[in-house]
């Protein structure tokens, strides 16, 4: 128990957590082996499809989703970031239309990173956070209008080992990572974020099935009898950025549809699960160098055109993803670089029918609300745009072939990315600008799952190099001769960390977990 701890971890706060994982750590559990039943089919060549069981659903042309809710209708521009208490304060001051609070891939699960970025949250919404750096800069919310928090849990398969749950049956278990962050921020701001005119909302991040949809609404309709709110009244994004999910968008919308706002294209996520899922299907499903993974390429064009139609059909709001340029304040030509590409992805996604989108800087808010402003006009949103031009065949979703090489650059890059990511997260930073791109644990995920895939099917670079056990270590070596070593860097953990998660004969479904028990566990 740190300082302010007990402000959050209180004995109501605890009951309500108590209760979730009574009602919800069995179906969690039940969920979590559905995925591992899955994914051993598709490895085994059964190849995911839009399901015959849900045909009714996804037939039946009357049911609508929710929508936004209170402080939602204008989603424009969505700024995302971890709720460090500075960087909730930079967020709050952007100008976006959203923030989405993220406690997962851009947060490093440390304790105090947990419950800090709780206690940030809490303070952020009865507008009494401030922050003093420790070199004295002081930080305060300014702006006269602060976007709308849509908080983002962990993922059903994280875990939150600081706190324990004991079962009906005396069984002790690790806490949900999911529950625990959703029920903190709910049960201490739900009644609060309504008074101000605004809500309880979420990002859900990871879904793999509409059962795992279902699920999250049980909990929700649970949450809200709990503390007194109308059923309805917490309003939900699903990031569709899992392969299986893009197959059961609509089924999703269905499960969520009286909590639902709309769907978000996870798009570093997408391409991590698209690499996981065919890591051992030969080598037509093997992608290049990870910068010639774009969003014009055939599979991702598919997806995100199939997740709009699917939006609009049920008048649920479709945002775009982050692209991971980020502006340099200090080199005007690679700042210069950065908007145009940034501006040139949020044209295609305004053009092609997303409402919003997501950017990581402040500083990219107005190139990405000038091109959706292009489109949209006064409107908040396209809803009304169908995209019945658009028909996705599951073949369109699975066809990974790009044709671009491997290059000997790819390989080092994915280690070096990866590695010098890892050694921040370990430290507890959990979003790195690396290279003139913001990087966080999806676009690690892809790093390493790369590496795994690649000297599986025996890849060999442009440059005629194979990509080999032997090679990856030394560059291994290579990064951590050439990393800018300091005392109490954690760069020889990260490697070793990459090493486990990348040149072991068993690929790890997350790169998080493991390293997290071992290296983020405070014990008492």
């Not at 997962?104 to 800090?116: C, F, L």
Request: net charge negative.
């Amino acid at each position: 128990m740190h300082e302010r701890f007990a402000e959050i971890l209180t004995p109501e706060a605890l009951a309500f957590l108590t209760q979730l994982h009574e009602l919800f750590a069995g179906p969690r559990y039940d969920r979590l082996a559905d995925r591992l039943r899955r994914g051993y089919e598709i490895g085994n060549g059964r190849d995911p499809r839009f399901r015959d069981d849900t045909a009714r659903i996804r037939e039946d042309d009357t049911w609508r989703v929710a929508g936004p809710g209170p402080g939602l209708e204008h989603r424009r521009v969505e700024i995302t970031g971890p709720t460090d208490p500075r960087m909730t304060i930079n967020a709050l001051n952007s100008g976006a239309d959203v923030w989405l609070a993220d406690q997962e891939d851009a947060t490093s699960p440390t304790w105090r990173n947990v419950i800090g970025g709780q206690l940030a949250l809490r303070d952020a919404i009865r507008g009494r956070l401030t922050h003093t750096s420790p070199d004295g800069k002081r930080y305060e919310v300014t702006a006269e209008r602060t976007p709308t928090i849509v908080m983002r849990p962990r993922g059903w398969h994280l875990e939150e080992h600081h706190l324990r749950f004991t079962d009906a049956y005396g069984r002790t278990m690790a806490a949900s990572g999911s529950l625990v962050d959703f029920g903190l921020y709910f049960f201490h701001n739900a009644t609060e974020l309504i008074a101000r005119g605004r809500g309880p909302y979420f990002y859900l991040p990871k879904l793999e099935s509409s059962e795992e949809a279902r699920l999250w609404d049980q909990v929700f309709t649970f949450a809200e009898q709990y503390v007194g709110i109308p059923h309805g009244t917490i309003r939900a994004t699903v990031l569709i950025e899992t392969l299986p999910a893009a197959f059961e968008m609509e089924e999703i919308l269905y499960e969520l549809r009286h909590h639902c706002a709309g769907l978000n294209a996870g798009r570093w996520d997408y391409i991590f699960s698209a690499i996981k899922t065919y890591r051992g299907r030969g080598a037509r499903f093997v992608l290049p160098d990870r910068n010639e993974v774009t969003m014009t390429v055939g599979f991702m064009r598919a997806y995100t055109e199939l997740l709009v139609k699917t939006c609009h059909k049920r008048g649920a709001y479709a945002i775009g993803g982050m692209s991971a340029f980020i502006p340099s304040r200090r080199d005007p030509e690679a700042n210069a670089r950065a908007l145009e590409r940034v501006a040139a992805d949020k044209k295609r996604e305004a053009g092609d029918g997303f409402d919003g989108t997501w950017v990581a800087h402040p500083d990219l808010i107005p190139v990405a609300r000038a091109e959706f402003d292009a489109v949209l006009g006064d409107r908040q949103h396209q809803v009304d745009r169908r995209r019945d031009d658009v028909a996705v065949t599951p073949r369109q979703l699975l066809d990974l072939w790009i044709g671009r090489a491997i290059t000997d650059a790819g390989v080092y890059g994915n280690v070096s990315v990866a590695i010098r990511y890892i050694e921040a997260w370990l430290r507890g930073v959990g979003a790195v600008a690396i290279d003139g791109l913001m990087e966080d644990a999806a676009t690690a995920e892809i790093s390493r799952s790369q590496i795994w895939q690649w000297i599986r099917q025996e890849q060999v670079t442009e440059e005629g190099t194979p990509i080999t056990r032997e090679h990856v270590s030394s560059l291994i070596d290579r990064v951590l001769a050439e990393a800018p070593r300091t005392d109490g860097d954690r760069f020889d953990e990260a490697a070793e960390v990459f090493r486990d998660v990348a040149l072991s004969e068993t690929f790890r479904a997350f790169l998080t977990p493991k390293a997290y028990a071992e290296h983020l566990v405070e014990l008492a």
